[in-house]
């Protein structure tokens, strides 16, 4: 029985270390992306291949405009839901997740009627 329990315990090792390598090797790989976040920006992520993970820098001065994460439905009408997260530094890091992500200027009428927002795919 000590044999088999030393076995389990060797076996559970090899797993953790491998979900650690696994986990670094993704972070490792992340890529950092600058946008100057400003007026007509919608096509700034055409011809870029995005990965969850990898950040993307929104550059303005503090104080003119916001970013907003949004869902498809407050890109698509320009509008942020209750609770939604909004970052005004003028030097906001945001992490992408897998799938699509959404974001708009919340300041009023730079995203419907200047075209503030950029929608991201991740892989």
């Given amino acids: 029985m000590a044999q088999n329990n030393g076995a389990w315990c060797i076996s559970l090792l090899i797993l953790m270390f491998l979900c650690q390598a696994a986990f670094h090797a993704e ?31 929104f550059h303005y001065p503090e ?6 994460v949004v ?6 009408t ?11 530094s003028g030097n906001d890091r945001v992490t992408l997740q897998r799938g699509n992500n959404y974001f708009i200027c919340d300041i009023p009428q730079h995203c419907d009627q200047t075209g503030m927002k950029i929608a991201v795919t991740a892989a």
């Fill in 27 to 57: 972070t490792a790989a992340a890529a950092t992306y600058k946008i100057e976040w400003s007026f007509g920006v919608t096509d700034w992520p055409k011809g870029k291949h995005f990965k969850a993970g990898d950040v993307i820098v």
């Fill in 78 to 88: 320009c509008t942020v839901p209750a609770g939604a997260k909004v970052y005004t």
């Fill in 63 to 68: 104080g003119e405009h916001e970013v907003a």
């Fill in 71 to 76: 869902d498809a439905n407050g890109y698509k």
